[in-house]
């Protein structure tokens, strides 16, 4: 009877496990804890024959001295121990580097042009390549030589490879590399040198004339290199299956139409049974360009949306692509004509979404929700650019009502009334910049916890009314905290958003203002005065996003629980930048203030831990 095996769990594999633990702790939904508990359950499961079998046949040993004693099937009770921790850290690496990776944009259809043939070719690639691996290991098993263990691991692991590649090739080969190599290198590496010490010290034992004497390094026998990389790849690749799974049920309503929040085994297997022919390629690409979208037009939100689960984030991207394209398809026009010309498109591609206005007997309007596809498509084909129409034709228009999104059409008119001449516009009062807030950014907020109520229902109607004023605030607090941010990049395109009330009061008007501001951006000199004037205007305006933020952000704790985490890294990530511009000598960079990524990710942490201590600032 000894500890030394003990101790190597004590010492080099819990450790890793608990901090592992601690971080991922705010990210953990239930879907990760079955996540990991089914591959934990097939790793033992899977594990235990094969390393019973080396066991008994004298192939690999432990001695006595170095072992508490209990055992089943002749394993004992620390390597049991060890299949699991090790799935567990590797399973918990995994789950923090793909956190924020949206799978769905991942799936690519077969047979579809050259690019589904390409992948058709790699699949198959893949398994010539696994099946003739796996003749050869069969040969050295047969040989009962110095190949035999070798032989005995690529005989174990090799069939579940070619499994897991040929459910899932198209994830293994698209995901990120930081998502599927860094969770299988960096476990294999460190157990390499685990391994090397506990060989070294006589913990567990290979039998001579079983193995082929190479090592890897001085101490690690090459057999033991291969078992800890092909163990966490098996790892890795299933997680990747697991989520290629998971990314089938969510993206193809039209084969799921329902889907659980923890799906079953069975569920999980005819999902990734689905030909690659049969996936919608147009969903596909779809969704691809709106979460490249937000990516791209908006770090805050991409790195909240990864806090979201299933369809429900996919609704919110295309939310946000919406929105995003709709601004950018009014503010890239290449005149006021054409801003109206976009107005009046996106206006009518809503009527056909929405269809003409319906009147019951007793006098009741009903607006119907289900679109005209075949009219709306056509619509949308002829009159959009082909990078926008995916995103017009998946937004989710039959779980959202119409009212805030002709409300934020109307925030975009808004912007329309700034004319050629610097400084005219459409803020006249602090209610008019409210009610800009309130079309441009409280409308997108409301049906934001609209979708949120469609998934996860069973509130009642007062408490949800409630739930989306707040919701609506919330918006206005957000794009408060977007002007003050935007201040210098606005007065480059000849807008003011400042009303002239609070220009007056430190003598400035919106013409001088724009040229305060843009003189400022081109001079390496800039008027220190003036930019102490900019500075009180902007805290002002930080003061009434503020405001709005106190009034509304209790309401997040009445959401539905898998919603309040993820909404509140949602609102605390974008207010953070207001907490930076309020921040003493913080210097506007560019015209735009920016969160570093340490810090964006640190207020995610902390926000998923609970909700954030009010201060009196706020």
């Not at 949800?464 to 794009?479: E, F, K, P």
């Amino acid at each position: 009877m000894g500890f030394d095996y003990a101790l190597v769990h004590l010492t080099y594999t819990i450790p890793p496990a608990a901090l592992l633990s601690l971080v991922y702790f705010p990210l953990c939904t239930r879907l990760d804890l079955y996540r990991i508990a089914f591959l934990i359950t097939i790793a033992v499961v899977s594990t235990i024959p094969w390393d019973s079998y080396l066991i008994r046949n004298n192939i690999w040993s432990y001695p006595p001295t170095v072992i508490v004693g209990p055992t089943l099937f002749s394993i004992p009770l620390e390597e049991v121990f060890f299949f699991v921790i090790q799935t567990y850290n590797t399973s918990l690496l995994y789950l923090l580097t793909s956190k924020p990776v949206l799978k769905e944009a991942y799936l690519v259809k077969e047979g579809s042009g050259t690019q589904g043939q390409k992948w058709r070719y790699i699949k198959m690639g893949g398994q010539l390549v696994l099946a003739l691996a796996l003749k050869k290991a069969i040969d050295f098993v047969k040989s009962e030589g110095e190949n035999t263990y070798l032989g005995l691991i690529l005989v174990w692991a090799l069939p579940f490879l070619l499994l897991l590649w040929s459910l899932a090739y198209q994830l293994i080969l698209r995901l990120p590399r930081a998502c599927t190599v860094l969770p299988i290198a960096l476990p294999t590496v460190y157990l390499w040198v685990v391994d090397t010490l506990a060989l070294k010290r006589g913990t567990w034992v290979i039998e001579a004339g079983t193995k082929t004497g190479l090592t890897l390094w001085p101490g690690l026998e090459i057999e033991e290199a291969l078992f800890f990389l092909l163990t966490n790849m098996l790892i890795v690749f299933g997680l990747v299956a697991f989520d290629n799974a998971v990314a089938i049920l969510n993206a193809f309503p039209a084969h799921f139409p329902n889907v659980p929040s923890l799906p079953s085994p069975f569920l999980l297997v005819r999902a990734l049974l689905v030909p690659a022919l049969a996936y919608d390629d147009d969903r596909i690409l779809g969704i691809e360009q709106a979460t490249e979208r937000l990516q791209n037009k908006s770090r805050s939100f991409f790195l909240a949306s990864s806090t979201f689960q299933g369809r429900l984030r996919l609704d919110l991207i295309m939310l946000y692509s919406f929105c995003r394209v709709a601004d950018d398809l009014i503010d890239n026009a290449a005149s006021v004509k054409e801003t109206k010309e976009w107005q009046q498109k996106l206006k009518k591609y809503l009527d056909l979404c929405y269809g003409p206005a319906e009147t019951t007997k007793d006098g009741k309007v009903i607006q119907p929700k289900d679109m005209n596809r075949g009219v709306a498509t056509r619509y949308i084909v002829q009159n959009f650019p082909p990078e926008t129409q995916l995103t017009l034709l998946l937004l989710p228009t039959h779980r959202l009502d119409k009212e805030p999104l002709y409300e934020l059409l109307k925030g975009f008119h808004m912007d329309l009334t700034f004319s050629d001449k610097k400084g005219s516009g459409p803020i006249r009062s602090e209610e008019d910049l409210d009610l800009y807030g309130a079309r441009v950014a409280g409308t997108v907020a409301l049906l934001c916890i609209q979708l949120v109520l469609y998934r996860y229902p069973g509130i009642s109607d007062a408490k949800a009314r409630r739930l989306m004023s707040a919701g609506h605030n919330m918006g206005i607090a957000l794009q408060y905290t977007n002007i003050a941010r935007d201040l210098g990049v606005d007065a480059e395109i000849g807008r003011c958003y400042v009303p002239p009330s609070w220009l007056k009061k430190e003598k400035l008007t919106s013409e001088t203002f724009i040229t305060g501001q843009t003189k400022a951006a081109s001079s390496s000199e800039p008027d220190d005065f003036f930019l102490k004037k900019v500075e009180l205007i902007r805290h002002r305006l930080l003061d009434r996003a503020f405001e709005f933020y106190s009034k509304s952000v209790g309401a997040i704790e009445e959401l539905p629980r898998p919603a309040r985490a993820p909404l509140r890294v949602a609102v605390e990530s974008y207010m953070q930048i207001a907490r930076e511009l309020r921040r003493p000598g913080y210097k506007v960079k560019a015209g735009r203030a920016t969160v570093p990524r340490w810090k964006r990710i640190l207020v995610a942490w902390r926000t998923l831990l609970g909700p954030r201590p009010r201060q009196k600032e706020e």
